[in-house]
């Protein structure tokens, strides 16, 4: 009947591939599975004929014949973000280089997506995992252990969490934090404000309640609190929970806490934000209130990216290691694949303070 789609052709199976090149089927399977030993020659005329005909290996039918599937499993809070981006950028062109595909998903930082993403990924039989994890202890990990029971290395990128013992590439968050907070304390500020920290509905009244509060939620955050804390205290400079923002970690609400921040008697003269999202709360508010920064804002914000070097003025920035983050992640566990031991240790990057011009001495003292 005119007009009818021809019926595509069936692929060419490991049998016709075997006939082309001469050899036995087990060898064009052995050949183009990957696993056991074929000369070198007979390897070339099954690579040989496989391109001639079209061929195209099942990774399913292979995986389940050999236990490998070449493939590692991702899980990161929001791959639009583009810290993750560049750290899935970096897993991504490791991996590939060492003949591994990677599969992500994105969790929005919820602990029920990410508990979701990891039986998926333990269902599609990867190799290894490498997890942004949003579990803050004990009660939170066992969809990780449950990986780990059925055979699937783990590695934590970004954070750490403590409750397990696993390699874990990360920053130094509190020495980030720390120099970050030392060069607005070197520029004269003492009311230096902290956005964010723990999403608790009332501000703690004491540091010691702050601090427990910030290790109940991402490790990330506590460090960078840690770090604001310790500058204060090399610099004598009294703690005021009033200088530091809690709730909702969205830009909304970094904006309304910074506005508080302004209407204090003794109002704030620097702000020290941690993500990008507190960076563009702050801003907002700043702007608000018709203020300059930094004539009468100073302001340094985490991940440094090409937006802040064109803002007006140009935002002075820690710049995170994003591609090496990810590729040193990789390394660690297809080291681990490859027969390595697990070291179970932190693999910590260092991080460069990009000085631009956000920072300026405090309102009447220029």
């Not at 692929?11 to 070198?40: D, K, M, N, Q």
Request: include cysteine.
């Amino acid at each position: 009947m005119s007009g009818e789609r021809p019926r595509p052709s069936a692929p060419p199976t490991i049998s016709e591939v075997a006939a082309e090149a001469g050899v036995g089927r087990a060898t064009a399977a052995r050949t183009l599975g990957g696993y056991g030993y074929v000369s070198p020659e007979l390897k070339e005329r099954v690579l040989a004929a496989a391109e001639k005909l079209g061929y195209r290996a099942n990774a399913l039918a292979r995986s389940m014949s050999t236990g490998v599937t070449h493939t590692l499993g991702v899980i990161v809070a929001d791959i639009g973000n583009p810290f993750f981006a560049g750290v899935v950028r970096g897993i991504c062109d490791t991996s590939r280089a060492r003949g591994f595909d990677t599969l992500v998903v994105s969790t929005y930082e919820r602990l029920d997506e990410e508990v979701a993403a990891a039986n998926v990924l333990i269902d599609k039989r990867v190799d290894g995992m490498i997890v942004a994890s949003a579990a803050v202890d004990h009660s939170s990990v066992g969809h990780i252990r449950t990986a780990l029971d059925r055979g699937i290395p783990v590695v934590l990128v970004d954070r750490a969490v403590p409750s397990l013992d696993l390699d874990a590439v990360v920053i130094d968050n509190r020495d980030a934090a720390r120099e970050a907070v030392e060069k607005l304390i070197a520029a004269g500020h003492r009311r230096i404000g902290f956005v964010w920290g723990p999403p608790v509905d009332k501000v703690p009244a004491t540091r010691r309640e702050l601090i427990a509060a910030a290790s109940r939620n991402l490790w990330t955050d506590g460090e960078r609190l840690r770090g604001y804390l310790d500058a204060l205290d090399d610099a004598g400079i009294p703690f005021d929970p009033e200088l530091v923002m809690v709730g909702p970690k969205v830009e909304k609400r970094a904006a309304r806490e910074v506005a508080r921040m302004l209407d204090l008697p003794d109002r704030v003269t620097a702000l020290f934000c941690t993500e990008t999202d507190g960076v563009t709360g702050a801003l907002r508010a700043i702007r608000a209130r018709d203020l300059s920064c930094p004539g009468d804002m100073s302001l340094i914000g985490f991940d440094d990216s090409a937006w802040a070097a064109v803002m007006v003025p140009p935002l002075t920035m820690i710049e995170q290691p994003v591609h090496q983050l990810g590729s040193t992640a990789a390394e660690v566990l297809l080291d681990v694949l490859g027969g390595a031991e697990p070291r179970r240790e932190m693999h910590t990057l260092r991080t460069r303070l990009v000085d631009r011009s956000s920072v300026a001495a405090p309102p009447g003292r220029a």
